[in-house]
């Protein structure tokens, strides 16, 4: 099982970015797909999460309005779409999936967002 998180980078304050994670070696259409953070010095934090059945979607707060989570079930492949961003969205983010939506048990390496203020 692979979990490949891409797209991350440098942007300003203000702007956006996309992250992509492509999922092989299993079918995860029973799964929720979610994304986290990991900040320097801080506890990793969880982002977003979609069911990959029904593309049902929860977000933490403090992205909410500014963050969207999608799936394309043709490229087995969720994405993160990231809007408005802040400095204190700064951090490494990774993807995961999990049979009910809490635990994770398939993990990927991730993709480090640097905002620039």
């Known amino acids: 099982v692979q979990l490949q998180a891409s797209g991350g980078g440098l942007v300003q304050a203000g702007g956006s970015l996309r992250l992509s994670c492509a999922a092989s070696?299993?079918?995860?259409?029973?799964?929720?797909m979610g994304w986290f953070r990991q900040a320097p010095g801080k506890e990793r934090e969880f982002v977003a999460r979609?069911?990959?059945?029904?593309?049902?979607?929860y977000y933490t707060d403090s992205v909410k309005g500014r963050f969207t989570i999608s799936r394309d079930n043709a490229k087995f492949t969720v994405y993160l779409q990231m809007n408005s961003l802040k400095p204190e969205d700064t951090a490494v983010y990774s993807c995961a999936a999990g049979a009910g939506g809490v635990n994770y048990d398939y993990w990927g390496k991730g993709t480090l967002v640097t905002v620039s203020s």
């Open positions: 070696g299993r079918t995860f259409s029973n799964y929720y």
């Open positions: 979609i069911k990959w059945s029904t593309a049902s979607t």
